[in-house]
């Protein structure tokens, strides 16, 4: 099973800020790499797959990059809707499909 | 746009069972592989169950192969996950998900599984 590591568990940061979450594999996966936001409340919402494509309706501001094991989910001027946790996943090695444990975005 | 939405959870005894349901409205569920997720605050989500588009194929986690069945019935536009033999282990948020090419494009509201005595 391929372990999904993300990093920090928690970021604190202010509006308008450009913030990098990132995301390593325990093995290779390529670019079957997809990453996911949650709000409180809420299901899980696809923003990027194949490690850079933003998934439809995703605003710009969103951008994935990486490849094999290391990935990173960058979010440019962050607005007030991006506060949430974020989640990736890799579907190289399946089954089982595996998640990270989450990094949560909050407000400074 | 795809919605989903689950039914069935609610509170059982150690060892009960539950079918959980995944209904699709205002479009075609079997043009999908669909997926049952769960989430829990202490393990996060994990992925439990997959099903391709005629029902001929399924795939489980090892935590719940041989306890949980995964089907459809295209007439209705409905999976399902049949649960038994069910654990604490097994409390979670479900849900259902599209399968967008082994991501997870559109999610249901989820339903909550309880286990406890």
């Known amino acids: 099973e391929i372990v999904m590591t993300q990093s920090p568990a928690t970021l604190s940061v202010s509006p308008g800020e450009r913030v990098t979450l990132s995301c390593r594999a325990s093995?290779?996966?390529?670019?079957?790499l997809a990453w996911y936001q949650q709000k409180p409340g809420q299901a899980p919402r696809l923003l990027i797959y194949a490690a850079f494509n933003r998934a439809t309706g995703i605003p710009i501001r969103f951008s994935g990059s990486g490849s094999g094991t290391e990935f990173t989910l960058t979010i440019n001027s962050l607005q007030s809707e991006d506060f949430a946790v974020y989640y990736c996943?890799?579907?190289?090695?399946?089954?089982?499909?595996?998640f990270g444990q989450g990094t949560k975005l909050e407000i400074k | 746009e795809v919605q989903l939405v689950e039914s069935g959870g609610g509170l059982v005894q150690p060892g009960g069972s539950l079918r959980l349901s995944c209904a699709a409205s205002d479009f075609t569920l079997s043009s999908y592989w669909v997926h049952w997720l769960r989430q829990d605050p202490v393990k996060g989500l994990m992925w439990v169950s997959q099903?391709?588009?005629?029902?001929?194929?399924?795939t489980y986690a090892d935590s719940v192969r041989g306890r949980f069945t995964i089907s459809r019935d295209n007439a209705k536009n409905t999976v399902y996950l049949q649960m038994n033999n069910l654990g604490a282990e097994d409390t979670a948020l479900y849900y259902c998900?599209?399968?967008?090419?082994?991501?997870?494009?559109?999610w249901g509201q989820g339903t909550l599984v309880t286990v406890s005595s």
């Open positions: 996943q890799q579907y190289f090695n399946w089954p089982p499909y595996t």
């Open positions: 099903i391709n588009r005629d029902g001929s194929r399924t």
């Open positions: 093995q290779h996966v390529g670019t079957n």
């Open positions: 998900a599209t399968d967008g090419g082994a991501r997870f494009d559109n």
